[in-house]
C-alpha cells in the first residue's frame, strides 16, 4: 500500500483489469512526482510543453517509456480523459523548488490540478464518475493530499515546500524555520490543528460516496476513509508532533479500523 497516504483505492481492492489500470494510473502520478523533485533546472514553460504533448498523444519526454505505455493502456482501456494527465503534468513544477501558497484559495486550486484530477481518474476505473459525485471525489483527494503532505511535512519543510497558506502562517506567527524540526512550539500546533480541520472537513464533504460506489470500492472506501480519519486523530494525540517519529497507527486502532469499516457507521471519532 502506498505510504502517502495520498489517496485511496491504489491496490485495494482492486482486481484483474481494474487493478492494472489503477496501478499505471498511480505509478504515472508517481514517478511525474519524483521526475520533479529530482529536477529543479525544470522551468513552468517545461511541464507546459510536456503537458501539451500529454493532451495529444499521451506522451511525454519526462518520465520513463514503460510508465507512460502503461498509462496508455489504461486510458484507451478504460476510455480516460488525457486532460487529467495533463493537468497533473502542468500542476508538478510546484515540486521543483520551494513553493508556498498565498491562502487557502491558492493552495487547494494547486491540489485540485495536482491531487483531484488523479482521483477522478482513479474513480472512473471505479465507474463513479458520474458529475454529482466528482465533487465527493475531488474532497476526498484533497483530504488524502493534505493528510500526505502533513505526515511528510519535515521532509517537505526541508525542501522549503509548504503546503500551508501563508495567511495562516502569518496569523499563527509560523516561520519556515519552525517546521524544519521538532519539538512543535505551541504557535506551530495551531497551526497544524487548523490543517486537521480543514482534512477532516474535506473527508466530510466525501462521505456521500460511501452510498455510491460499487460494493467493492465501497468497502475498500470506508477502510480508506476510517484510517485516514485515525491518522488525523494520531497526529493529535501525538500532540501535533509529526517530527521525532513517524505517525502510524497502532496495532490497536488498525483493528478498530477494521472492525469500523465492516460492522460500524461512518462517523467522526475524536482522538
Not at 111 to 124: E, F, Q, T
Request: charged share 25%; aromatic share 12%; proline share 5%.
Amino acid at each position: 500500500m502506498t505510504q502517502t497516504h495520498e489517496h485511496p483505492f491504489y491496490d485495494d481492492p482492486w482486481v484483474g483489469d481494474q487493478a492494472d489500470a489503477a496501478a499505471a494510473i498511480w505509478d504515472w502520478h508517481s514517478a511525474l512526482h519524483r521526475k520533479a523533485l529530482a529536477a529543479p533546472d525544470l522551468e513552468v514553460e517545461d511541464f507546459q510543453l510536456e503537458a501539451e504533448r500529454v493532451r495529444v498523444e499521451m506522451t511525454t519526454r519526462l518520465l520513463e517509456e514503460s510508465v507512460q505505455e502503461r498509462a496508455r493502456s489504461a486510458v484507451s482501456r478504460w476510455s480516460l480523459d488525457p486532460n487529467l494527465f495533463a493537468i497533473q503534468m502542468e500542476a508538478a513544477v510546484v515540486f521543483t523548488g520551494p513553493t508556498s501558497f498565498a491562502d487557502k484559495q491558492e493552495l487547494l486550486a494547486f491540489v485540485d490540478r495536482w491531487a483531484a484530477s488523479l482521483g477522478r481518474l482513479l474513480i472512473s476505473v471505479a465507474g463513479s464518475n458520474r458529475e454529482w459525485q466528482i465533487p465527493w471525489v475531488d474532497a476526498l483527494s484533497r483530504g488524502f493530499f493534505l493528510l500526505g503532505r502533513m505526515l511528510a511535512l519535515p521532509s517537505d519543510a526541508v525542501r522549503g515546500q509548504v503546503f500551508f497558506p501563508q495567511d495562516e502562517m502569518e496569523f499563527f506567527g509560523v516561520t519556515l524555520s519552525e517546521l524544519t524540526s521538532a519539538p512543535p512550539s505551541d504557535d506551530v500546533r495551531k497551526l497544524l490543528w487548523k490543517q486537521c480541520v480543514r482534512i477532516r472537513d474535506q473527508f466530510a464533504q466525501a462521505l456521500p460516496l460511501a452510498e455510491e460506489l460499487p460494493r467493492k470500492q465501497a468497502a475498500g472506501f470506508r477502510r480508506w476513509w476510517l484510517g485516514g480519519l485515525e491518522m488525523v486523530n494520531t497526529i493529535e494525540r501525538k500532540d501535533y508532533d509529526v517530527w521525532s517519529e513517524p505517525i502510524t497507527l497502532s496495532p490497536f486502532h488498525r483493528a478498530q479500523v477494521r472492525y469500523q469499516s465492516r460492522f460500524g457507521r461512518l462517523t467522526f471519532k475524536r482522538k
